[in-house]
Every structure is written in C-alpha cells, then in structure tokens.
C-alpha cells in the first residue's frame, strides 16, 4: 500500500519531475525521513524534505542533521586535496614524510596516493581493538602503523570500509596539525556555513534523525551482506575490528567521534553545497581549483574489489560511477554512504548532488532512491 508524505521544499522551473521523484521514495521505496538537494551552475535548483525523524515521530526538516556513512570520506577527499593543492601535501610522497611511525612491516616506501586510493592492502586490522580505541583515536593509529598489509600494496583494490578514515585522518592531522573534524570545521564548513560535522557537538544531537537498519533484502541476493556475514571474507574482517554497525551509529559517543571513513553528519543541502563548491564558485568560494580537480579524479583503481567482491572505481579518495554505484555517469566523482546517502558532482552537467535519508537501504546494489532522483535531475537539465 503506498504511503503519502507531506514533501517540502522548493524546485525551480523544470525540476518538478524531482519532486515527484522525491515523493515516489516515500510512497514506492520505504523512505521515512530524508532530504534532496542540487547545486546547478553554483546555484540551487532543488531542495526538498520531508517525512519524519522516527517512524510516526516529529517531522524531517531542511535542518535535519543524518549520520551519512561512508559519504563522509568524500569530505575527508575535499579536505585532503585541498592540503594538496596548498603546497602542504605531496600526495606522491611516502606517508612516512608526514607519518614517520607507518614504516613499519615493509611500508616504508608507500605512497600517500594508495591510502587514499584504496591500494595500500589495510583494509583490515589485526590487533583487536574496541570502541574505546576507536573514540580515542591513537590505539587504532598505531595499530594502523604496525599493520602489515593484507594483500602486496598496489597490485589491486579493496575497499578500506573503515580504515580509509584513520589512515586518511592521521595524514591531515600530521600535515595541517588539526584533526580532521577540526579542518573541516574550520576550512570547509565555515567558509560556507556548512552543516558538516566529523565529530558532533553536544548541542547539536537533538537535530539528528537516527538511522533505521535496512529492512532484510528481497529479491536477488544481497552481495555485499553475503561477505559481511562471512567470517573468512575482509569485508568481514573490516567490520568485526573495530565493530561498525548501525547501533554504534545512533549512540551520542560515536556521534561525537571523529571516525573519518564513516560518521560525518551532515544535511543534504551542505552536501550539495560543498560538492558545487568544487566545481565551481559559490557565493565567493571554490574549494578546488580546475587543475585540482582534474588530478584529484583521475581513476586509481579499477575492477573487481578485494573487498567487496565487485566491480568498484577509485580516484583519489573519490568514488567514480561504477555499476553499483553509478552517481550521474561517467564524470561524475563524490562518495555515497552505506544505507544511500550520497554527496556528489558532474562537472561535465555543472550540477551537484546531496541525498541523505533515516531509513538505510541494502547495500549491494543500486539503490532506487537515489537512481530515480538523479535521474530524475539529469532528465530536467536545460
């Protein structure tokens, strides 16, 4: 039976077919909270809302905050690209010039690039660690510079599910001697008001709208849920130490973290907003210059993922459009999140593109939330 909800918001001429796409996730697609936002030539064209925080509970507002996944490692990209471009960061130096204590277990020589790039061989931790570790940050730092790598570094591709954020994090912290939630804070959300938070204060917990656990998959088999819940897979193993799941994720301490590869908050309308600032000026401010962005999102890795067991494509800490994960298409560079959130930009169309939501979907196939949306969006471009 469909279920109607209130959508609120604005589209400019010509997007209406959005909002109907928007609507549809409600009625069609199980949303119960969630928020669109798109950037057209540095301007916004579509931002929508609506739903509710909890099934049956206060309303989702433009100002919801959501838990956005691994989206957040899209930010950590900006952030360290933007280190790059400074002068600051030598993406193809050894990590070992900022962060002497990784040359440990023959990781003397890797490059900063194959972190960022998934190509390091770290996408798992041998040392048990805890939450507490994880909430300290140093244990799972340290353990990360003894780690010898899982697979020969650069000989292939896996998804570092949650190391990507520490490795990525230690990186920015040693070079802008801020952590990261500070840098993005300071040079990032500020210049554009941008509710963006990797590390959330404690004023801000009331605006946030849990996640609900993805209902179980129906249809095809799920993948990526198939490895998750495979002992001898490192998908596995990349969850299990330190434990990353969607409990974690609606508690006030992991909100207040700073846990780079996957606890940003954030609002699709900031999403959006910092992606368009990428490519473009937005009210006086681009992030990244044209010769920036080209270099940061020429492909790195390429083909079947370690990991996740399929096709996936990296640039340099951008995700690209790969099958399961196709943003506008070819072009497109930015990062979604597990459960369908996603943050991105296509130069080539001028547009960018913030999705965030309550209700998680399965994580091991297209999500027709967001496919209908921008599809829906690319279909309304002049």
């Not at 099958?323 to 070819?330: D, N, T």
């Not at 497109?332 to 597990?338: C, E, K, L």
């Not at 369908?340 to 930009?345: E, L, N, R």
């Given at each position: 039976?469909?279920?109607?909800?209130?959508?609120n918001?604005?589209?400019?001429?010509?997007?209406?077919?959005?909002?109907?796409?928007?609507?549809?996730?409600?009625?069609?697609?199980?949303?119960?909270?969630?928020?669109?936002?798109?950037?057209?030539?540095?301007?916004?064209?579509?931002?929508?809302?609506?739903?509710?925080?909890?099934?049956?509970?206060?309303?989702?507002?433009?100002?919801?905050?959501?838990?956005?996944?691994?989206?957040?490692?899209?930010?950590?990209?900006?952030?360290?690209?933007?280190?790059?471009?400074?002068?600051?960061?030598?993406?193809?130096?050894p990590?070992?010039?900022?962060?002497?204590?990784?040359?440990q277990?023959?990781?003397?020589?890797?490059?900063?690039?194959?972190?960022?790039?998934?190509?390091?061989?770290?996408?798992?931790?041998?040392?048990?660690?805890t939450?507490?570790?994880?909430?300290?940050?140093?244990?799972?730092?340290?353990?990360?510079?003894?780690?010898?790598?899982?697979?020969?570094?650069?000989?292939?591709?896996?998804?570092?599910?949650g190391t990507?954020?520490?490795?990525?994090?230690?990186?920015?912290?040693?070079?802008?001697?801020?952590?990261?939630?500070?840098?993005?804070?300071?040079?990032?959300?500020?210049?554009?008001?941008?509710?963006?938070f990797?590390?959330?204060?404690?004023?801000?917990?009331?605006?946030?709208?849990?996640?609900?656990a993805?209902?179980?998959?129906?249809?095809?088999?799920?993948?990526?849920?198939?490895?998750?819940?495979?002992?001898?897979?490192?998908?596995?193993?990349?969850?299990?130490?330190?434990?990353?799941?969607?409990?974690?994720?609606?508690?006030?301490?992991?909100?207040?973290?700073?846990?780079?590869?996957?606890?940003?908050?954030a609002?699709?309308?900031?999403?959006?907003?910092?992606?368009?600032?990428?490519?473009?000026?937005?009210?006086?401010?681009?992030?990244?210059?044209?010769?920036?962005?080209a270099?940061?999102?020429?492909?790195?890795?390429?083909?079947?993922?370690?990991?996740?067991?399929?096709?996936?494509?990296?640039?340099?800490?951008?995700?690209?459009?790969f099958?399961?994960?196709?943003?506008?298409?070819?072009g497109?560079?930015?990062?979604?999140?597990?459960g369908?959130?996603?943050?991105?930009?296509n130069?080539?169309h001028s547009?960018?593109?913030?999705?965030?939501?309550?209700?998680?979907?399965?994580?091991?196939?297209?999500?027709?939330?967001?496919?209908?949306?921008?599809?829906?969006?690319?279909?309304?471009?002049?």
């Open positions: 039976m469909a279920i109607q909800t209130q959508v918001g604005t589209v400019a001429k010509g997007f209406e077919r959005v909002r109907d796409a928007f609507a549809a996730n409600f009625e069609m697609h199980g949303d119960i909270g969630a928020a669109c936002c798109v950037y057209l030539h540095s301007k916004p064209v579509v931002d929508l809302w609506g739903g509710a925080k909890t099934a049956g509970g206060e309303p989702y507002s433009a100002e919801t905050l959501q838990m956005v996944a691994s989206t957040t490692k899209g930010i950590v990209a900006v952030a360290a690209h933007l280190l790059a471009q400074e002068g600051k960061l030598d993406l193809d130096a990590m070992t010039r900022y962060w002497p204590e990784f040359g277990a023959g990781k003397e020589d890797m490059p900063v690039r194959w972190l960022f790039s998934h190509r390091a061989g770290l996408a798992a931790i041998d040392r048990p660690l939450l507490r570790d994880v909430y300290a940050w140093d244990p799972v730092v340290d353990a990360l510079a003894a780690q010898e790598p899982l697979w020969e570094p650069n000989t292939a591709h896996g998804y570092h599910v990507y954020g520490w490795l990525a994090g230690e990186v920015i912290k040693r070079v802008s001697g801020k952590s990261v939630g500070r840098f993005v804070a300071e040079r990032l959300a500020s210049p554009l008001d941008l509710d963006i990797i590390g959330l204060p404690q004023d801000q917990f009331g605006r946030v709208a849990p996640l609900i993805a209902p179980p998959p129906v249809g095809p088999p799920d993948v990526f849920l198939a490895r998750l819940l495979d002992p001898t897979t490192l998908l596995h193993r990349a969850f299990v130490n330190p434990t990353l799941s969607v409990a974690n994720f609606n508690e006030h301490a992991f909100w207040a973290a700073e846990v780079p590869a996957a606890n940003g908050i609002t699709a309308r900031s999403l959006a907003r910092l992606y368009a600032a990428t490519i473009g000026e937005v009210d006086g401010v681009r992030f990244l210059t044209p010769n920036t962005l270099k940061a999102t020429e492909p790195q890795s390429e083909g079947e993922d370690l990991v996740l067991g399929y096709e996936t494509r990296y640039a340099t800490g951008f995700q690209l459009s099958p399961f994960r196709p943003m506008a298409g070819e497109s560079f930015g990062h979604y999140g597990m369908g959130s996603v943050g991105f930009a130069p080539g547009f960018a593109f913030g999705y965030v939501m309550n209700q998680m979907g399965p994580s091991g196939g297209v999500d027709p939330r967001t496919k209908g949306l921008i599809d829906a969006v690319v279909d309304s471009l002049p």
